[in-house]
């Protein structure tokens, strides 16, 4: 039996991206996303309670300075492709190479390592388009001493009132240490998860009301989409609730115990998430069902009344057919009223088999 030949251009749709891994040596800090030609640029916000600095670095050695000040310093890094300088600041913080081959791996599950100097958090932050299209991007945190390194592939991003509570030194986050920044920002990329899961609950009850109504065809294919946007969702934002309840448990130094507060505030979101999304993945799916159903019960409509039309319709055809045959001597055929009087019966049939489908409430 001959083998039928893969034609890749045809078949395969997407880049595979895993194959720049392969034959590496793990450690190797290797860029995992599409976005090779994205900005580069690393900014720091450096604070205290009464002390407030921010700015673009020219390059990533300028960074190397904040790491054992008496202040908290965000570094942000913002796009991921530049492997060679994110390894320069990997290295001088003392951090794993396996942490930065998971930094920069835009595969990777979201998750949460403990190390003795450093936290490692991965995530994805998710929001819309001005189109309402669905955007993932990978976003790392290492909490440090003093210090949290953000890693994120493009420049939009979910950290506006972070930002502002900075420099406008609202709330307590100007009093806190580098922990409770991370917090923060954890809290930022989960609290964006809530305006994302209310987009999707209006669109489902949308197009439930257009399904209820109105089942067009081409409702088929946004339900289809809904449902791969919530397993989206769902594939990105599950493992959440586990690092958060991770993050509550930890007895790591970094954490104080009035960050784990905090933290425990972020487990409860997170469940809060976790139900959500399974509520719109069953309503996903009912979604289809409903709409199959209604389909269904459209064309039983349609099949009711053509089945309807040909019970009138066969008797009526009979009678026809009976007097429509070319015998001479059928005695009807030479009766002068003979055409009326059929008329009449087929008239008559007619209105008792309406009658009798009204009393079947079958019309």
């Known amino acids: ?41 690393v900014s720091v916000t450096d604070y205290a309670d009464d002390f407030y600095q921010a700015e673009t670095l020219a390059k990533v050695e300028d960074a190397f300075k904040f790491r054992d000040t008496d202040t908290v310093s965000w570094i942000n890094v913002q796009g991921l492709s530049n492997e060679a300088e994110i390894e320069k600041l990997g290295k001088y913080y003392n951090i794993n190479p396996l942490v930065l081959e998971d930094l920069v791996n835009t595969n990777q599950r979201p998750k949460v390592d403990e190390y003795d100097d450093y936290v490692f958090c ?72 809530f305006v994302i ?29 809904l449902r791969k946007e919530v397993l989206a969702i769902r594939r990105n934002v599950f493992p959440v609730r586990e690092i958060s309840n991770r993050l509550v448990k930890t007895d790591h130094r970094l954490f104080h115990p009035e960050t784990k507060l905090f933290l425990s505030d972020v487990n409860d979101h997170s469940i809060q998430i976790h139900e959500t999304i399974e509520m719109l993945r069953e309503m996903s799916m009912s979604l289809m069902e409903m709409y199959m159903s209604n389909v269904s019960n459209k064309m039983n409509e349609v099949m009711k009344v053509l089945t309807i039309m040909a019970s009138i319709f066969i008797p009526l055809t009979f009678i026809a057919g009976i007097y429509g045959m070319n015998f001479d001597y059928m005695p009807e055929l030479h009766n002068k009223y003979s055409y009326f009087i059929v008329l009449g019966i087929m008239f008559l049939i007619l209105v008792l088999m309406l009658v009798y489908f009204k009393r079947k409430k079958w019309l």
Do not use: C, W
């Open 122 to 193: 991965v995530l994805k932050m998710l929001y819309l388009d001005d189109n309402y299209k669905l955007i993932t991007e990978h976003v790392a945190l290492i909490l440090t001493e003093h210090a949290v390194l953000l890693f994120q592939e493009v420049e939009d991003d979910v950290f506006k009132g972070v930002r502002e509570r900075l420099a406008n030194k609202f709330g307590r986050i100007r009093t806190r240490g580098a922990d409770y920044l991370f917090f923060a920002l954890i809290d930022a990329i989960i609290d964006q998860y």
């Open 1 to 41: 039996m001959t083998k039928r030949k893969l034609n890749l251009k045809d078949k395969i749709r997407r880049p595979f991206k895993s194959i720049q891994k392969v034959g590496k040596a793990p450690g190797t800090v290797t860029y995992m996303g599409l976005r090779k030609d994205g900005t580069y640029k």
């Open 197 to 225: 899961l209310e987009e999707l609950t209006n669109q489902t009850e949308l197009l439930e009301e257009r399904v209820y109504n109105n089942p067009e065809q081409e409702i088929a294919s946004n339900i289809q989409a």
